[in-house]
């Protein structure tokens, strides 16, 4: 649409047929371009809208606090967290937030609010 508006197009005219034709040769293209664009960024938003209501209705609740077995802290608080984020305590750190394969553990992941004597215990 820049371009047309660089040839002296105005875009509010449906027809082109007071410009000379080898103006609308130029237009043309272009215009069938810009429909074409158009009709594919739309048919993307409704692939978009058609899922995000399918989800709505018929999509699968998460039973799990911790479904991505995420290691960091925002993984520690129940889902809606509560307004002062920790629920009134200060979280204790013991690895770092993308620690894996920890020595002892029986899962590949643990949390980095889970103390060392807790992932001993669960192996």
């Known amino acids: 649409m820049h371009w047309l508006g660089l040839l002296g197009i105005n875009r509010r005219y449906a027809a082109f047929g007071a410009y000379s034709p080898s103006v609308r040769a130029q237009i043309m293209p272009i215009q069938h371009f810009i429909t074409v664009a158009a009709a594919i960024t739309i ?3 409704l692939i978009f809208l058609i899922n995000f209501i399918w989800s709505l ?3 699968r609740t998460c039973k799990e606090e911790n ?3 995420a290691t960091t802290l925002e993984w520690s608080v129940p889902s809606p967290p509560p307004f002062d984020n920790f629920g009134g305590r200060e979280p204790v750190v013991y690895r770092a937030a ?3 394969s920890v020595p ?7 949390p980095q609010h889970i103390a060392p004597e807790r992932v001993a215990k669960a192996r």
């Open 98 to 100: 993308y620690e894996f």
């Open 104 to 110: 002892g553990a029986a899962e590949d992941y643990v």
């Open 57 to 59: 209705w018929k999509g």
């Open 67 to 69: 479904p991505w077995h």
């Open 43 to 45: 048919s993307a938003q």
